[in-house]
């Protein structure tokens, strides 16, 4: 069909505001490099904006059947303020992420879950200001977490910062492919620094926690002729190529992929599973439908041009359907993008509102800017039935 004058403006806007909707969704098309670069002055490794490490294999730390509890120890600088970044997490496929170690904004939050087991529910503690001090100053922070028949508690720089006795991890958690810097499944960058990481199969005392913050800060290592050796233990110190050497047992490695990747990345996620209570789920749904109103809008005021109204209505928001369907399935092969099916509901109620827009608003806008008539068209009062 050969457009007419007044249909070529609106056909212009559809054509910018897809542009505009696509590369919002995509960009930037293309997986960008792994941004993981060694420290010139001091052992350790900065995480930029999308940034992943992971280890070469599983690692197995459940410890003996005599085994107490199971303790980590890491010493890192946090970069920025963040509602949520994982910095360290076990991972396998049938479990799915068992331990993780996120920083909430200047708290730390452990979360674990174990999938398939008999009790699969997710628990999660939360420790306020530990990472406040490391922020503001801009200097490194000491963290051990450590769990067992008392319960959990934190250390920072060797003192007790938080007590969770009802909360113990279980020793299953600490178990598969150790990531560090990012989440396995979905994108959760973490920006900042890792100088050092020990696993422990045993349940630190606060004697040991002091003990260990005094030599990570002194030699750049814990205290190995103390109590308990690690069962893994990373210090840094190569300074170059992409591989971290476990200095306490050969063939647990950990390994600096070229180009950034989301280990076993989740392909459309069910929106079952993405529903949450959390603000930025809600803040992320809000934004979805937002960025499809004018997606509703400009195509509505061209299908209504050419089609009966109702199905010009059905037309709009099936093409926002199939606009967002095509955006969540390139997701699926950027790194640093979720895809879920969420969005495919939230962008296509924006586009519904959209019409509405065009169909409610657009006439009482009309009135008293008459230009916008010559730009669209046809108003949608005189649109053909």
Same mark, same amino acid.
């Given at each position: 069909?050969?457009?007419?004058?007044?249909?070529?403006?609106?056909?212009?806007?559809?054509?910018?505001?897809?542009?505009?909707?696509?590369?919002?969704?995509?960009?930037?098309?293309?997986?960008?490099?792994?941004?993981?670069?060694?420290?010139?002055?001091?052992?350790?490794?900065?995480?930029?904006?999308?940034?992943?490490?992971?280890?070469?294999?599983?690692?197995?730390?459940?410890?003996?059947?005599?085994?107490?509890? &199971?303790?980590?120890?890491?010493?890192?600088?946090?970069?920025?303020?963040?509602?949520?970044?994982?910095?360290?997490?076990?991972?396998?496929?049938?479990?799915?992420?068992?331990?993780?170690?996120?920083?909430?904004?200047?708290?730390?939050?452990?979360?674990?879950?174990?999938?398939?087991?008999?009790?699969?529910?997710?628990? &999660?503690?939360?420790?306020?200001?530990?990472?406040?001090?490391?922020?503001?100053?801009?200097?490194?922070?000491?963290?051990?977490?450590?769990?067992?028949?008392?319960?959990?508690?934190?250390?920072?720089?060797?003192?007790?910062?938080?007590?969770?006795?009802? =909360?113990?991890?279980?020793?299953?958690?600490?178990?598969?492919?150790?990531?560090?810097?990012?989440?396995?499944?979905?994108?959760?960058?973490?920006?900042?620094?890792?100088?050092? $990481?020990?696993?422990?199969?045993?349940?630190?005392?606060?004697?040991?926690?002091?003990?260990?913050?005094?030599?990570?800060?002194?030699?750049?290592?814990?205290?190995?002729? #103390?109590?308990?050796?690690?069962?893994?233990?990373?210090?840094?110190?190569?300074?170059?190529?992409?591989?971290? &050497?476990?200095?306490?047992?050969?063939?647990?490695?950990?390994?600096?992929?070229?180009?950034?990747?989301?280990?076993?990345?989740?392909?459309?996620?069910?929106?079952?599973?993405? =529903?949450?209570?959390?603000?930025?789920?809600?803040?992320?749904?809000?934004?979805?439908?937002?960025?499809?109103?004018?997606?509703?809008?400009?195509?509505?005021?061209?299908?209504?041009?050419?089609?009966?109204?109702?199905?010009?209505?059905?037309?709009?928001?099936?093409?926002?359907?199939?606009?967002? $369907?095509?955006?969540?399935?390139?997701?699926?092969?950027?790194?640093?993008?979720?895809?879920?099916?969420?969005?495919?509901?939230?962008?296509?109620?924006?586009?519904? $509102? #959209?019409?509405?827009?065009?169909? &409610?608003?657009?006439?009482?806008?009309?009135?008293?800017?008459?230009?916008?008539?010559?730009?669209?068209?046809?108003?949608?009062?005189?649109?053909?039935?």
């Amino acid at each position: 069909m050969t457009y007419s004058k007044p249909h070529r403006l609106p056909a212009a806007a559809c054509f910018a505001v897809l542009c505009i909707t696509l590369s919002l969704g995509l960009w930037p098309f293309h997986t960008p490099r792994n941004q993981v670069t060694w420290l010139a002055k001091s052992n350790g490794i900065e995480f930029g904006r999308y940034g992943t490490v992971w280890s070469m294999g599983p690692l197995n730390l459940s410890g003996s059947a005599e085994s107490t509890g &199971h303790s980590i120890e890491i010493r890192m600088r946090p970069a920025r303020w963040s509602t949520s970044a994982t910095f360290l997490s076990f991972y396998t496929p049938d479990q799915g992420i068992s331990l993780a170690l996120s920083q909430s904004l200047t708290g730390l939050q452990l979360d674990e879950n174990l999938r398939g087991t008999i009790d699969a529910a997710k628990e &999660h503690t939360t420790v306020e200001e530990v990472f406040g001090q490391a922020l503001r100053r801009k200097k490194p922070v000491f963290v051990t977490v450590t769990s067992g028949s008392s319960g959990t508690t934190v250390y920072v720089d060797g003192a007790v910062a938080g007590r969770a006795p009802g =909360f113990r991890i279980p020793a299953a958690s600490f178990t598969g492919q150790l990531v560090l810097g990012d989440a396995p499944r979905q994108p959760n960058s973490f920006s900042g620094e890792i100088r050092g $990481l020990a696993l422990y199969d045993v349940e630190l005392s606060a004697v040991q926690a002091a003990r260990d913050f005094e030599t990570w800060t002194r030699k750049g290592r814990p205290d190995l002729e #103390g109590e308990s050796r690690p069962a893994a233990l990373y210090l840094f110190e190569e300074r170059s190529g992409d591989r971290i &050497h476990n200095k306490e047992s050969p063939g647990m490695d950990l390994h600096i992929p070229q180009e950034y990747a989301v280990l076993d990345k989740i392909a459309l996620e069910p929106f079952w599973e993405e =529903f949450n209570f959390t603000r930025s789920y809600w803040s992320s749904a809000g934004k979805n439908i937002i960025g499809f109103v004018p997606f509703g809008f400009v195509f509505y005021a061209l299908t209504c041009q050419l089609l009966p109204r109702r199905r010009a209505v059905t037309i709009t928001v099936f093409l926002g359907t199939l606009v967002s $369907l095509t955006i969540e399935v390139g997701q699926i092969f950027l790194p640093m993008r979720d895809s879920g099916t969420t969005d495919l509901f939230t962008n296509t109620f924006g586009t519904y $509102l #959209g019409v509405l827009c065009f169909r &409610h608003l657009y006439p009482l806008a009309e009135r008293r800017l008459p230009w916008l008539g010559r730009f669209f068209g046809t108003a949608p009062s005189k649109a053909a039935e």
